[in-house]
């Protein structure tokens, strides 16, 4: 049995280029013990397993890159979700756990986890930014407790002025949606705090903080798929600074 590409749309622009990104539905992945099939028409792809060569799940979330040997030249594919991401990922998880049993001890050398690897972890809402002790409040006694619990802040970043907001709105895309970008910022030992753009705060955990896209504004990835936008500013942001400098010291990228 042959690897099958219905199309060579999927390759790059030239030789040796990665693979165009193709959106395909969760139900066009299929797998049963001869071979996957992702994709449907003219982008679908039918890989035997003993054609497989790579299964990963790649950045950006939820990603899947499928390579296998053909006897003229290597494949090479490149999907992602056209509709509900989540149920993609579902599929996805699913398609590799599969793999893994029909690869046997070809599994570890095959398959790349990629984003499956991370934690889903999500915006947690909460009622307030933490805020600074008191002036005095160290080590000073207390009868009751205060009414809400002391978290060093060690990085800030203010609100957009209206012109900056006006920009990020004219400057939204899908690549990178308004609804990731956050207006206040606050970074503890343990989290960053975030006004989201409706006022709610929310935040994440700072051992989920994965890498830095970008290199003028500044794309910051938490576990395998949410995402912080902070834009350029004329002046050096302490919080990129300080997200920066955790990334460095962890050796990520």
Do not use: K
């Not at 390759?11 to 992702?38: K, N, Q, Y």
């Amino acid at each position: 049995m042959y690897a099958r590409r219905v199309t060579v749309d999927l390759g790059g622009e030239s030789p040796g280029d990665p693979p165009v990104r193709v959106g395909v539905e969760a139900d066009t992945i299929h797998f049963h013990a001869h071979a996957l099939r992702v994709g449907s028409g003219m982008h679908e792809v039918v890989v035997p397993w003993t054609r497989l060569e790579r299964l990963e799940a790649v950045d950006p979330w939820p990603g899947l890159r499928i390579r296998w040997r053909e006897a003229e030249f290597p494949g090479d594919a490149y999907f992602t979700a056209d509709g509900d991401a989540r149920q993609f990922e579902a599929r996805v998880e699913q398609l590799v756990d599969y793999a893994a049993e029909q690869l046997g001890a070809r599994a570890s050398r095959v398959i790349a986890d990629g984003w499956l690897a991370r934690a889903d972890v999500q915006w947690e809402v909460v009622a307030h930014f933490p805020r600074d002790p008191e002036p005095g409040q160290a080590g000073v006694y207390r009868t009751a407790a205060p009414t809400r619990p002391h978290e060093p802040i060690l990085a800030r970043r203010a609100a957009p002025s209206p012109y900056e907001a006006l920009l990020v709105w004219l400057a939204s895309t899908p690549e990178e949606p308004l609804h990731e970008h956050v207006r206040e910022v606050l970074v503890t030992d343990a989290y960053l705090y975030a006004r989201r753009r409706n006022g709610a705060v929310a935040r994440l955990p700072i051992w989920a903080l994965y890498t830095r896209l970008g290199s003028r504004d500044s794309v910051y990835v938490f576990g395998r798929r949410v995402r912080v936008i902070l834009p350029e500013r004329d002046a050096p942001c302490p919080v990129v600074a300080h997200l920066d400098r955790v990334l460095l010291e962890r050796g990520c990228e």
